[in-house]
C-alpha cells in the first residue's frame, strides 16, 4: 500500500484493514490491476475502472455502521442480492453497484466474485 492510501484513510483509520484485505484479494484474484488514489476514492483499474473504495454514505445515518468503507463495482446486468445498498443504470446495460463493507467477512468469495467479474466488464469494453 501506497503514501497516498493511508493519508486517504486518515478520515477512518478503522477500516484501514477492510481496505487492505480487499486490495490483498484484487491483487491475488486479478492480474495487471492498477490503483489511483484520488480525493474521493481509491480506484482499480485494468483497462478502465472497474472498481472503487470510498466513504460513500449509501445508507441512512441511523443505519450506517460507525466504521465502513464502500465497494462500487459496474457490471452489464443488475444484481439482485440484499448486499447491494444502491444499484444504478447510468448508461443503458452498465450498473453500478455500492456494497457497504463493515466487517472483514463481507469481504468474500461473492463479493471477489462480482469484482472479478466487474474487471472482466471492464477490460472488454
Not at 47 to 68: G, N
Not at 111 to 122: C, D
Request: net charge negative; glycine share 2%.
Amino acid at each position: 500500500m501506497d503514501e497516498n492510501a493511508l493519508l486517504f484513510f486518515q478520515q477512518d483509520i478503522e477500516v484501514l484493514p477492510l481496505y487492505e484485505r480487499l486490495e490483498g484479494l484484487i491483487l491475488d484474484r486479478i492480474a495487471d490491476v492498477q490503483i489511483k488514489v484520488q480525493k474521493s476514492q481509491i480506484s482499480f483499474y485494468n483497462r478502465h475502472m472497474f472498481a472503487c473504495v470510498s466513504f460513500s454514505k449509501v445508507r441512512k445515518a441511523k443505519d450506517r455502521p460507525a466504521h465502513y468503507i464502500v465497494v462500487t463495482f459496474g457490471l452489464q446486468h443488475c444484481l439482485e442480492s440484499p448486499r447491494i445498498d444502491v444499484a444504478t443504470e447510468p448508461y443503458p446495460n452498465r450498473w453500478t453497484h455500492h456494497v457497504l463493507i463493515a466487517s472483514p467477512d463481507e469481504i468474500d468469495d461473492e463479493l471477489m466474485g462480482w469484482i472479478y467479474e466487474a474487471s472482466v466488464f471492464s477490460a472488454l469494453k
